[in-house]
């Protein structure tokens, strides 16, 4: 019996994977699967080639990165053309992702050296007599792990940094984006011609999973909260330490003092840009009383005039085929419990579409607020005031992101939000943002990438201390004396005994 071929599923003919469009089911183009020797032998490539591009030092590698930055910038169109023809996202929100890539290859490359270069740290008078010294040391060759709905910004969100920071990198793009992967590797190749420094391995979840045993020194993974663990399972065996980027279900708050067009507008773009293919997809807004119904005319108006299709839509198709089971579950669940669909509903689910929906006082226990439904689908609750909206935001064991619409309390609100991220007055802001860092908690996982954690990840501290001058107060030595000990005892009191 042969299975029904859905179009965009990713079909493997022979030693290939054919990668298609999930709006026409053309090939947008093919890679050769790795075999078990193929991974082990791009990560021994990867470990020689990680030696001399550590070897450059942070002033050459950075020349190098800028280079692919020009690049990047350069071709921005062609890179974004093949990611709509592979994904089917359209092409605006395509070009948005890879100027979000080359933002963040140019600040990793720009601070690697001042982050993580060799410094003197200040020393404490107890140890007065020694200097202190602080660096951090590549890893080796770090594995990179990618989904499919960001599949130029989520590699290069860690590749970059575990490149600047002096790391070889072997990727695994998802088996519905791997094209696009191996674009930005061969890029890379053009820049850097002379080691294999960033490479890929292709295949389905099982060549993830060699890459994990394969004695990389870190892997740094983004996908489903369920692969996550499988992940971390793996590398428990070798103790290879693991950054996880993991799902969400990421909450808007809406307070009685907020811009209700301007919250509109960001929820409809946090929650359906991309098709709401998105981690950091704002999923549910709790919206206070005050201005609920106000906000939710807003709302609805805005998404309903959103368009639905393959080529300049607003919306494009769903990517993954198998997702709009899941969407249309969500959709049926919400419903069914006294939900009501205040735009789009039980039939929005048209493949390869789901158009956008709007459910408005969904049971908390739905598995339309309870679970990632990964859709442009929002569901919109009424609470009676912003605690009560934190308490619901924050009763998930998810913790991504999170945007608050207000004025006086915003801040608060914001800090209040059990997740690794916020943005106040707009929404998804923050992962464009490459001076921060990006990462969840919870089940959205552990580890940052972007920003100054975000290089820090991707490095050994390397901590040094150097002798400078005679010990005035012997303790670690088997030369001391009683007398020795009773000053130090004496000296620490007189510190930090009062
Ligand atoms: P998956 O977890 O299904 O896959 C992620 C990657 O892991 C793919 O390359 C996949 O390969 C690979 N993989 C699958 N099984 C294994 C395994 N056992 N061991 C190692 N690797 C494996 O996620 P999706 O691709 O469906 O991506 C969507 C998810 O990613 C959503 O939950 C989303 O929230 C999350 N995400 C999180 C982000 C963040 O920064 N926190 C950003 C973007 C997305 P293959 O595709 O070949 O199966």
Redesign the pocket.
């Known amino acids: 019996m042969t299975a029904v071929h859905h179009p965009g599923t990713p079909v493997i003919e022979g030693d290939h994977l054919i990668s298609t469009s999930p709006a026409t089911d053309d090939e947008a183009g093919r890679v050769p699967v790795a075999t078990g020797v193929d991974i082990e032998r791009a990560v021994a490539h990867a470990r020689a080639a990680g030696l001399w591009w550590a070897g450059l030092g942070f002033d050459g590698r950075r020349e190098r990165l800028l280079r692919w930055r020009r690049l990047l910038a350069q071709r921005m169109e062609t890179l974004a053309e093949l990611v709509h023809a592979e994904g089917g996202k359209p092409v605006a929100d395509a070009l948005v992702e890879v100027v979000s890539a080359v933002e963040h290859v140019d600040w990793a490359a720009n601070n690697a050296r001042r982050v993580l270069g060799a410094r003197r740290v200040r020393s404490r008078l107890i140890l007065a007599e020694f200097s202190a010294h602080l660096e951090y040391q590549p890893y080796g060759v770090v594995g990179v ?6 599949p130029v910004f ?1 590699p290069v969100g860690s590749a970059a940094y575990a490149l600047a920071a002096g790391n070889a990198v072997v990727l ?5 984006t791997p094209v696009a992967g191996q674009w930005l590797v061969d890029s890379f190749a053009e820049v850097v011609p002379e080691q294999p420094v960033f490479t890929t391995v292709h ?3 099982d ?3 060699a ?2 045993r394969s004695g990389v020194d870190k892997v740094a ?8 663990k ?2 971390m399972a ?1 590398c428990a065996e070798s103790l290879t330490p693991v950054l996880l ?4 279900k990421d909450a808007m708050i809406v307070d009685v003092d907020a811009d209700l067009d301007a919250a509109a507008e960001a929820a409809v773009w946090g929650a359906m840009t991309n098709a709401g293919q998105t ?2 997809g704002i999923e549910r807004v709790y919206a206070v009383e005050p201005v609920f119904d106000a906000f939710l005319d807003k709302v609805v108006a805005r998404a309903g005039r959103l368009s639905v299709g393959p080529d300049g839509a607003d919306v494009g198709p769903i990517t ?1 085929p198998s997702q709009l089971d899941v969407i249309r579950r969500h959709i049926d669940d919400a419903l069914s419990r006294g939900g009501r669909a205040a735009l789009g509903g039980r039939d929005a689910v048209r493949p390869p579409y789901a158009h956008p929906t709007v459910l408005v006082n969904v049971p908390e226990d739905s598995v339309a607020v309870r679970e ?1 439904t ?1 859709g442009p689908t929002l569901t919109v609750n009424r609470v009676r005031d912003a605690d009560e909206a934190l308490a619901r935001a924050n009763a998930l064991p998810y913790g ?1 992101g999170g945007s608050v619409f207000g004025r006086r309390r915003a801040v608060a609100i914001a800090r209040r939000l059990r997740s690794g991220m916020a943005s106040i007055n707009s929404a998804l802001t923050f992962a464009g943002m490459s001076t921060l860092p ?3 908690v919870g089940e ?2 552990f580890g940052r990438i972007h920003g100054e954690d975000g290089l820090r990840e991707f490095g050994r501290a390397k901590a040094v201390t150097r002798r400078r001058g005679r010990t005035l107060l012997p303790s670690t030595t088997f030369d001391r004396t009683p007398a020795d000990v009773a000053r130090l005892v004496k000296a620490v009191k007189m510190l930090y005994g009062r």
């Open positions: 792990i990618g989904p499919w709905n960001y989520t695994k793009p998802s088996e519905y295949g389905l979840g060549v993830g999973a890459l994990c993974f983004t996908g489903s909260t369920a692969t996550a499988k992940v793996a980027e993991a799902g969400g981690c950091i993954m990632e990964f991504l990006f990462g969840g959205s996982g």
